[in-house]
């Protein structure tokens, strides 16, 4: 199966003028979004806490985190943004993807908005 990547903006507000836009890899593995550290700092994103996630090889890592606008599909949220290596690909968690309605459909890797949002 392929990637699916989708374009993605990030601000510390919704009046912010400065931003972070790229290809996101829409991973639903992911809790949380994440993007290269020193990206986020040039947008105006500050660290408000650290976490420890764990890698997909199973590794615990800290990392800090910030909060952030999060644009994408025409679409937007907020939530939690990780600081990662400034080399690390962007990744568009799952959280984001459902708290706007939008779930991958696995057979043809696509992302697929649902009719509504659940509430239960």
């Not at 919704?14 to 992911?30: C, I, N, P």
């Not at 999060?70 to 993807?97: C, K, Q, W």
Request: glycine share 10%.
């Amino acid at each position: 199966m392929g990637l699916t990547r989708v374009t993605v903006t990030i601000k510390k507000d919704q009046a912010a003028r400065k931003r972070y836009e790229a290809d996101f890899l829409v991973d639903t593995g992911a809790t949380d979004c994440l993007a290269p550290a020193r990206a986020l700092r040039r947008a105006g994103i500050i660290p408000v806490g650290k976490t420890t996630y764990e890698l997909a090889d199973g590794t615990p890592k800290e990392y800090e985190f910030g909060l952030a606008v999060i644009e994408f599909m025409g679409d937007i949220t907020a939530g939690r943004i990780i600081f990662g290596p400034n080399d690390a690909e962007p990744i568009l968690g799952v959280t984001a993807l459902e708290s706007v309605g939008i779930t991958v459909e696995p057979s043809t890797q696509t992302l697929k908005r649902m009719p509504a949002i659940p509430l239960k």
